[in-house]
């Protein structure tokens, strides 16, 4: 199998970024043919994340819980994000156990926080899955 084939193979997981995708095929290139079939092998234990996955169901869909950080092991995001969001529950539960309009007012801070951070996620999350995996694969050619 050649390099071209070999990153075909893996063009749907990669950035779009062409110095990358170049410098990935020097590397492809510098292997033989044994090294990339045992490359090409190696890349199904290498856990790569699917991009359109983890938009549509990390970002899209549980987009306000952070699991497409989960997905794409970013602990401290995703525990950041789930935070506030628990923080957004906390406060309107809390506003609507005691009437109380005050408690709204403040549950409406991390309400907008949690609706632009899943709007900005949207934009972020399929460029950093694809730089997750280009991560991964240049840790594994290593």
Not at 2 to 8: A, C, E, F, K, Y
Not at 95 to 117: K, N
């Amino acid at each position: 199998m050649d390099s071209n084939m070999l990153l075909m193979s893996l063009q749907d997981k990669l950035p779009n970024n062409q110095m990358k995708l170049h410098a990935l095929k020097e590397r492809f290139d510098k292997m033989n043919e044994q090294e990339r079939e045992d490359f090409l092998l190696k890349t199904n234990t290498l856990e790569l994340c699917n991009p359109k996955m983890v938009f549509w169901v990390g970002a899209f869909l549980l987009g306000f819980f952070g699991i497409a950080w989960l997905m794409l092991k970013n602990m401290s995001l995703f525990i950041a994000k789930l935070s506030v969001w628990a923080l957004w529950i906390l406060l309107w539960i809390i506003a609507a156990a005691i009437d109380s309009a005050v408690v709204a007012g403040f549950s409406l801070v991390p309400q907008i926080i949690v609706y632009v951070w899943f709007v900005v996620d949207l934009f972020i999350v399929g460029k950093r899955a694809r730089e997750f995996n280009y991560q991964k694969i240049m840790q594994a050619l290593m």
